[in-house]
C-alpha cells in the first residue's frame, strides 16, 4: 500500500480543525501529528510521507479535537520550562502565560544569595510550577500546596515522575490556601511565593476547553475573581521572611485590584504589575518588608547576632 503524503493531512486537520472553531488549528494539527510520530514540531517537514494506518490514527486524534476535547487532555502532557507534566481529567491544564511567573520568580532566587532557597507555591494543581522551579533550581526547598483530591493525585504523580529523572523531589501538601492555620512550620521562612490560584470571576464567558474540562474550583474565585487571593495574601504576608518576595496570577481585569491588596497591607512593599505577552495585566509581585517594629527588633545586637551566624 502506498505511503501518503503529512503535509496534506495537516492542511486538511488544520480546515476541520478551523471550522470547529479551535483558536490555534494549524498549531494544534502539528502539535498532534508530533506527538503522534514521537519527533518534535520543528521536524514534521522531514517526514514527507507517512503509512496510511498513521493517517488513520491522525484522524482520530483530530476528530477529538474537533469536539473541543483540550489538546493537553489528548496527548496527556502539557510543557512549562525544561519540563512536561501528565495532565487530564481533575486537574487544571496549565497556560503559556504562566511562564512568565516562573521566569521572574526565577530571575528573584538568583538574587536569593547562596542560602538554598526556601519557595512555596500555591494552588499548585498539576505541580508544574513548583516542578518547573524545582527543576530549574535543584537548590530549592520547594513546597506545594493544592485542595482538591484529584488535581493532588496528578501532582503526586509528576513529582514523582520528575524525581524519578533526578529532580529534586518536592514537598507537597493537602490543604486550603485561605486556611489561617496552614503550614505554621512555615512562618517567616519562605523566600518566594508563587500562585496561580482560581482567579476568574463568575459568569465570565469560557472557551468549551477550558469551561467544560477544567475543574470549576480551579477556575473561579468568586464575584470578582478575588474570593481566594484576599485571605492568600493574609497568610503569604505571615509564610515570607523580611526581603522574601511573592508573584501571584490574576484575571486581566484585576491587575490594579491585586496590586491594591498588597498596598493596603504596611508589611509589603515594591508592589509591582506585570503584563503578559498580549499587554493584558498578568501577575502582581510585592516584597516582604519590616514593620517598624520588626526594623527596631532587628536593630537589636541579639538580632545582629543571629544574622552574622547564619
Known sequence: MSRLPLRLALIEAAKQLDAAGVPSPRTDAELLASHLLGVERTRLGLIPLVDPEVIAAFDELVAQR?????????????????????????????????????????????????????????CTGSGVLALSIAEARPDAVVHAVEKEPAALAWARRNAADREAVGDTPIHLHQGDVTDRN?????????????????????????????????????????????????????????????????????DDTNGDGVAALFSARRVFGEVAQHPDLAGRPRFVVARRVATDVEAQRNRTPEAQSERMAE
Request: net charge negative; hydrophobic share 45%; with cysteine.
Open 66 to 122: 474537533v469536539k473541543r476535547i483540550p489538546l493537553q487532555h489528548i496527548i496527556g502532557v502539557a510543557s512549562m520550562g525544561n519540563i512536561d507534566v501528565a495532565v487530564g481529567p481533575g486537574v487544571f491544564i496549565p497556560r503559556p502565560e504562566t511562564e512568565l511567573l516562573m521566569g521572574w520568580a526565577l530571575s528573584f532566587l538568583e538574587g536569593c544569595g547562596s542560602k538554598p532557597p526556601v519557595v512555596l507555591d500555591l
Open 182 to 250: 496552614l503550614l505554621p512550620g512555615l512562618e517567616g521562612g519562605v523566600d518566594l511565593v508563587v500562585s496561580n490560584p482560581p482567579y476568574i470571576p463568575e459568569g465570565a464567558q469560557l472557551q468549551p476547553e477550558v469551561m467544560d474540562y477544567d475543574p470549576h474550583t480551579a477556575l473561579f474565585g468568586g464575584a470578582d475573581g478575588l474570593s481566594v487571593i484576599k485571605p492568600m495574601i493574609s497568610n503569604i504576608a505571615r509564610w515570607l521572611r523580611i526581603g522574601g518576595a511573592a508573584g501571584i496570577e490574576h
